[in-house]
């Protein structure tokens, strides 16, 4: 088993951890081939996290990443995150934003006038 691979696996579990703590069931992909390293589910959501080890932090890479995660088709209830290990420091956590879509409602303002 190389370094490499070791401090992914240590990272994912730490991840895997603080999910379960938040009420989470936690599967892993052992071999990591699909988009998320681990998927958490509870009874009101999902969510899928890709679990990332750096020594320095890469703000432009990280943002990369969480665009590809993103653009994967996923159920509305789905979050999906990034999460960075950053050696001596910890966890940094990304997380994609949704855009609630819906149009604007007509708000009357007194004597009939409408916005």
């Excluded at 490499?4 to 989470?24: F, N, P, V």
């Amino acid at each position: 088993m190389s370094n490499k691979y070791k401090r992914g696996y240590r990272a994912e579990l730490r991840a895997k951890y603080q999910l379960e703590k938040y009420g989470y069931i936690v599967m892993r992909s052992a071999a990591s081939k699909g988009p998320f390293d681990l998927i958490g589910i509870r009874k009101s959501d999902i969510v899928g996290v890709q679990v990332k080890v750096t020594q320095r932090l890469s703000e432009k890479r990280n943002l990369d990443e969480m665009d590809k995660l993103t653009k994967i088709p996923a159920p509305e209830n789905m979050r999906k995150e990034l999460w960075v290990w950053v050696e001596k420091q910890g966890f940094l956590f990304y997380t994609e934003i949704k855009r609630i879509n819906e149009s604007p409602k007509k708000e009357t303002m007194g004597r009939g006038e409408q916005t």
